[in-house]
C-alpha cells in the first residue's frame, strides 16, 4: 500500500520568508511524527500528534515553528521568519497507535533550503 | 531527555565480512530500540527492533543485542554485501508516544 508520503520535495526559500511543509501519512496510522535531520546526523525530534493533537511538541525549537494536523491525518508543519539555520530534511512518520509495539514508517522528506 | 551514542561513525569492511554497530543510551527507563537503514536520499527504514523484555534478536543476518545493565544495545550484520551498504542509526524511546532518540548514525561501505 501507500506509504507516507510528503511534499514538497524540495523547498528553496528565502530568509524571512513563511514555508509550508505538508504530511500525508499511512491510512489508518493514528499517530504522526516529525523530525529534523541535518547533514550527517541522526533525525532530531520535534513534535508527535496523537489524533488532532499535538500530545508532546517539546522537539520543536521555538516559535517559529507550528505544526498541525485539523482532521488526523494530513499534517502541515509551519515555519516563520525562516533562518538559513533551518535548512535540513524535514522528515515525517506514522505509525498505527503509537507506542512502542507501533514502528514508525517514514516518508521521503522534504529537502528545506533557506538562503 | 534521553542521549544516544553511536560507533563508529564509519566502518569499512570487506565483502563477506561481519559489521559491527554500538549504541549507549542515557535513560534506564528506555525500553524499545528500533535500527534504520538510510541510503544516500531515501528515507529511513526499519530493519529490526528489540524491545526490552528480550537480550537478542535475529533475522537471517542481522541480529541485535541488548545489555540492559550496561544500557547499551549493538547491531551485528553477517556475511556483509554491497548492497549493505548505507548510513545506519540506532534509537531508543522511553516515551508512551514512541518518540525515538536517534544516534549518530554510522556510514557502513562494504567493498566488493
Known amino acids: 500500500g501507500a506509504g507516507v508520503s510528503q511534499t514538497p520535495s524540495n523547498k528553496v526559500t528565502e530568509k524571512g520568508k513563511y514555508v509550508e511543509l505538508r504530511c500525508d501519512p499511512i491510512s489508518g496510522h493514528t499517530a504522526l511524527y516529525w523530525y529534523r535531520q541535518s547533514l550527517g546526523q541522526g533525525p532530531e525530534f520535534l513534535i508527535y500528534?496523537?489524533?488532532?493533537?499535538?500530545?508532546?511538541d517539546s522537539g520543536l525549537p521555538n516559535d517559529r515553528f507550528f505544526a498541525v494536523r485539523p482532521e488526523g491525518s494530513v499534517s502541515t508543519l509551519k515555519i516563520q521568519r525562516t533562518e538559513r539555520g533551518d535548512s535540513a530534511v524535514y522528515l515525517c512518520?506514522?505509525?498505527?497507535?503509537?507506542?512502542?509495539?507501533?514502528?514508525?514508517?517514514f516518508g521521503n522528506g522534504t529537502r528545506l533550503t533557506v538562503t | 531527555g534521553e542521549n544516544v551514542e553511536q560507533h563508529p561513525s564509519t566502518l569499512s569492511v570487506q565483502e563477506g565480512d561481519s559489521a559491527v554497530i554500538k549504541c549507549t543510551y542515557s535513560d534506564s527507563a528506555s525500553n524499545y530500540f528500533p535500527w534504520y537503514k538510510q541510503e544516500l536520499g531515501k528515507r529511513p527504514q526499519l530493519i529490526i527492533d528489540?524491545?526490552?523484555?528480550?537480550g537478542e534478536k535475529k533475522d537471517q543476518r542481522i541480529a541485535v543485542t541488548l545489555n540492559k545493565t550496561a544500557k547499551h544495545f549493538s547491531l551485528h550484520i553477517t556475511e556483509t554485501q554491497p548492497e549493505d551498504s548505507a548510513v545506519y542509526f540506532c534509537?531508543?524511546?522511553?516515551?508512551?508516544?514512541?518518540?525515538?532518540?536517534f544516534g549518530g548514525g554510522t556510514r557502513l561501505m562494504v567493498k566488493p
Open positions: 512518520a506514522s505509525s498505527l497507535r503509537g507506542g512502542r509495539n507501533s514502528p514508525l514508517h
Open positions: 500528534f496523537q489524533g488532532t493533537g499535538a500530545a508532546d
Open positions: 528489540i524491545r526490552s523484555n528480550v
Open positions: 534509537a531508543a524511546s522511553s516515551s508512551a508516544g514512541n518518540m525515538l532518540t
